[in-house]
């Protein structure tokens, strides 16, 4: 699409009856709203859809005349999707590399036209396409007091709360960095009470859409009144306003601006740990005035060094909700596990602990660094027993398999390192199988142990790191999950 710039204002070609001078929305210097008309009357649909967004045209579900009435009376103006003065940059996801925009002859500007590649499954943005925002009054929303909980939070849960809370009023950033299974969602309670009361707008961002599929139905339980929408690629519900917004972090690259709390759980997660444009989208999306919670278990070693140096504000929670210590790694040689496997075997020290556990018949997930070498040692672990079975990122029938596992109708799952988060089985072991390997980080190893002794009537479990020789990453994780179990006891927020 082309505008005319005439009479100080912008016409989108459809409604221009003699263009004069079109130009594609890139090439346009003056885009400031016009002045706000008080005594025209938005459309509020309009207005809950856009608040706090920039939107492409596609994505705006009402006729382009009524669009362009909203932006002639002030209401909304038309801004760049990318800019290419010198240097392309997307003004939707960030994205500065060359290489990252692709050029094409544009059906819509009749010219050559940059795209950016980089946010492309969001649909596409190119050097035509203006994005939409908002510029009246937002909308209010004030609800006194909307949590209908009657839970207990534990000693530990109760001191991060309140650092929530304290965050929330002072508008300051907070880290919450509680240990798997200390039950960090109730933790946020309280603050996100305390911001709805004041009339805040908040989002809960989180890189896994698992997390939002869980997350959602928990928070309409207890925030009934406020209707938190749900976020993510697929959902119907895409374009709902809602006080509370429960998102992917993809989906906040369709944001600005927009929030005054921003909570982002599991920071350390894939995709969002690697990947600089959500970090960049997480700061588009929140006000200027505003604070940031984040939520994990495991802070990469940046935010880790931030919290010992004092740069960060932050929180701990080193103990389970159940009171009991976390599970210690055991560290195991398992030989050239590798070779062993290619030759068509199971190490021995891995054999024995397969077998003890289906002696026994207690459930195990055991963790391989990648998928070929799970995929061989398959069938000689069914000799053991015929029923176990294996996971991966793409199987197919991957939710069937887990829940078969939490139905316990398999006795051992094997899995890549996709099961290392968001699953829980109440009384399981587990082991990993080359823990030396690259692919388990610190993090991931913690992540790993943290599937052992959940439930507070299994609250002890095994965790073996089979190894062919110690990593450092190994050690990390043996050092910090050793740390949280102290302060737990320091703090006197475990028995024993
Ligand atoms: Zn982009
Ligand atoms: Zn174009």
């Known amino acids: 699409m082309k505008f005319s710039y005439q009479n100080d204002h912008l016409t989108p070609d459809p409604l221009e009856k003699k263009p004069t001078h079109p130009n594609r929305i890139a090439n346009i210097e003056n885009l400031s709203p016009l002045p706000l008309n008080p005594n025209y009357s938005p459309s509020t649909k309009l207005q809950n859809h856009l608040t706090g967004r920039a939107l492409l045209l596609d994505e705006i579900p009402f006729p382009l005349t009524e669009i362009q009435t909203h932006y002639l009376n002030g209401y909304l103006y038309y801004s760049k999707g990318i800019t290419n003065q010198g240097k392309l940059e997307c003004l939707r996801c960030g994205n500065t590399d060359h290489y990252l925009f692709g050029k094409m002859p544009c059906s819509r500007c009749c010219q050559a036209c940059y795209y950016c590649r980089n946010c492309i499954m969001m649909g596409r943005v190119s050097e035509c396409s203006p994005l939409v925002r908002w510029s009246g009054p937002t909308p209010k929303h004030m609800t006194d007091s909307p949590l209908d909980w009657d839970g207990v939070l534990s000693q530990g849960q109760k001191t991060a709360s309140e650092k929530v809370v304290e965050a929330v009023i002072k508008k300051w950033d907070v880290l919450v960095w509680a240990v798997c299974g200390a039950g960090k969602t109730e933790v946020l ?108 278990a495991t802070p990469n070693p940046k935010l880790q060094k931030e919290c010992k140096t004092g740069k960060q504000n932050f929180v701990t929670i080193p103990a389970r909700y159940h009171r009991k210590p976390l599970p210690i790694p055991t560290f195991q040689w398992g030989g050239d596990w590798k070779k062993t496997f290619n030759k ?78 968001g699953v829980t089985i109440p009384n399981i072991d587990v082991a990993v199988i080359g823990a030396d390997d690259e692919t388990f980080t610190e993090s991931a190893l913690v992540q790993i142990s943290g599937r052992v002794g959940r439930s507070s009537n299994f609250p002890k479990g095994n965790i073996t790191f089979f190894h062919f020789g110690r990593s450092r990453a190994m050690m990390k994780a043996l050092v910090h999950i050793d740390d949280m179990n102290k302060q737990a006891k320091k703090r006197g927020l475990i028995d024993e």
């Open 189 to 296: 309670f309280q603050g996100l009470n305390e911001a709805l009361s004041l009339g805040l707008r908040v989002c809960i961002a989180t890189p896994r859409t698992d997390v939002v599929l869980e997350l959602a139905p928990r928070l309409r339980k207890v925030f009934p009144v406020i209707k938190p929408a749900a976020l993510y690629g697929g959902s119907e519900e895409r374009h709902d306003y809602s006080q509370l917004t429960i998102a992917t972090t993809h989906q906040l690259f369709r944001f600005n601006e927009a929030f005054d709390v921003m909570i982002v759980d599991e920071v350390d997660a894939f995709p969002f740990s690697y990947d600089s444009s959500l970090q960049w989208a997480v700061e588009k999306a929140r006000k200027n005035d505003s604070s940031k919670v984040l939520l994990t």
């Open 344 to 421: 068509g075997k199971i190490p021995y020290p891995i054999r024995e602990w397969v077998t003890s556990r289906l002696t026994i018949q207690k459930q195990a997930l055991i963790f391989f660094p990648d998928i070929k070498i799970m995929e061989k040692a398959l069938p000689h672990f069914q000799t053991l027993h015929p029923e176990i079975l294996s996971v991966h990122a793409e199987d197919p029938v991957r939710k069937e398999k887990v829940q078969k596992m939490r139905n316990n109708e398999i006795p051992i799952l094997l899995t890549t390192t996709i099961l290392e988060r």
